[in-house]
């Protein structure tokens, strides 16, 4: 297969990491507002209720609410193909459960998704990434009450209805795949899937089977709405994957590292092959998990097929094997791997793990792909010239797209669109920091919010505007 030539080449940003203006334009308190700066090797901190004197990065971001016409025009100017963005739940419907949606919210959006049409960006749109009401949380106990499902569909429609000429591509969440009793869980991933603490919850296995189960309805759902709304529309999810590597060809580390791959398919197996996986039903059942499927449930799964996958690719890992000592483990779990190099933030930097994972997701569903997020989060300096080389984001990114390139011309994998984490930088998920910058724009902002906000434009920045002009042939 070839790179086809509207190869969607473009960037992924997310609403909580780069808006800010967190409560201007009748927007509500989201479950990210409440969250603090972490540091390196710390981990953010996450407040019941807003205090004072603490520092949420969500409220001011980047300030991309003000500025999206200023930064979209330096993304054209980059030749992008595609953004995806998301839309703040909390802006449209600012407690989640109001009657009516907030006609400003839904403007702003309309308002950002005219600006890249304007440049002939193609708009890939999240319904979900990380952004949930505060109050869906405090009220119904968030994704684990089946109330929710229908508050999120009721958001769903309205973005749809009011986004339904414009925009093609929809993905109904963002790397929900974290969330299973059998993971190895810490508070702040499953606050930012969920907005729930995982040291706070009662009982632990049963309510992240749930979540995980809830919210694959809830895309399934999302997706037949979004067909009867627009039957052109795109549908896909996204999903943040690694391979996992076995530590060596010991068959029970093979196998235990394929299972553990594996694990984060369940959900796509269900959104993919019309049904909800009769093995997870069993592993759930084995575990004293009880998960009811309804007859109505059965129905959304056959009908609400996923039109393609998200792939967010960041790391690959290894399999802990039994007996292994903690301190080999790896910033996420497994094993440190001795191939390769990790980043500042102890992720692996793995190119062939995106091919392997391209070609294992395609050929168990056939599906089109899109490379969702891809990137390298790294301390970027501004020289006495002003300028940032980045030369080791260039090297990250040429090794990934020329693996891709592998993937599409050589193991004939449907892959057809790239992504960049960020473009721009903004705040960090998982750390909170402005100082793992991912983007090919410069952001003057510190970790502590400080500085002009000005825009640089990085060494990487004028790389990817050849990478794009040639549809990947140059990546010199
Ligand atoms: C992805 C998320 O998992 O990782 C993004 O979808 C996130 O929201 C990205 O920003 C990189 O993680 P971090 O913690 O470096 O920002």
Known sequence: ??????????????????????????????????????????????????????????????????????????????????????????RIYPNGDDSNPNQKGIEYYQNVVKEL????????????????????????????????????????????????????YWSTFN??????????????????????????????????????????LASVKAVRLGHEINHNFKIGCVFGIEPVYPVNCDPANVLKAYLQTDRDFYQIDAMCNGE?????????????INIKITEADKNDFKFGKLDYIGMNY????????????????????????????????????????????????????????MITENGLGAVDKVDGNGQINDNYRIDYLKKHISAIEKAIEEDNVDCFGY???????????????????YGFIYVDQDDGGKGTKKRIRKESFNWYKRVIASNGNNLS
């Open 1 to 90: 297969m070839k790179i086809s030539d509207d190869f969607l080449w473009g960037g992924s940003i997310a609403a909580h990491q780069c808006e800010g203006a967190y409560d201007e334009g009748g927007k509500g308190l989201g479950i990210m507002d409440l969250v603090s700066v972490g540091a390196y090797g710390q981990p953010r901190k996450i407040y019941s209720k807003l205090e004072k004197n603490v520092l949420y990065p969500s409220h001011y971001g980047i300030d991309f609410y003000h500025r999206y016409k200023e930064d979209i025009a330096l993304l054209a100017e980059m030749g992008f193909k595609a953004l995806r963005i998301s839309v703040d739940w909390s």
């Open 117 to 168: 049409r304007k440049y002939k960006i193609e708009p890939i749109v999240t319904l979900y990434h990380f952004e949930m009401p505060i109050n869906l949380v405090n009220k119904y106990g968030s994704w684990t009450n089946k109330k929710v499902i229908d508050f999120y569909l009721k958001f769903c429609r309205t973005m749809f209805e009011a986004l339904k000429d414009t925009v093609k």
């Open 175 to 216: 790397e929900m795949n974290h969330i299973d009793p059998q993971t190895q869980a810490t508070d702040i991933f499953t606050y930012i899937i969920a907005g729930l603490k995982y040291s706070e919850l009662t009982d632990k296995k049963q309510t992240l089977a749930t979540i995980g189960y809830n919210m694959t």
């Open 276 to 288: 909800f996986p009769k093995y997870k039903i069993q592993e759930y059942f084995n575990n004293g």
């Open 314 to 369: 960041y790391a690959s890992s290894v399999a802990e094997y039994e007996g292994a000592d903690s301190k080999e483990s790896a910033l996420f779990g497994g094993l440190q791997n001795p191939y390769l190099e990790t980043s500042k933030w102890g992720w692996t930097i793995d190119p062939i793990g995106i091919r392997y994972l391209l070609n294992y997701t395609y050929r168990k569903y056939g599906l089109p792909i």
């Open 419 to 437: 992504l960049t984490w960020a473009p721009i930088d903004l705040i960090s998920a998982t750390t909170g920091q402005m100082s793992k910058r």
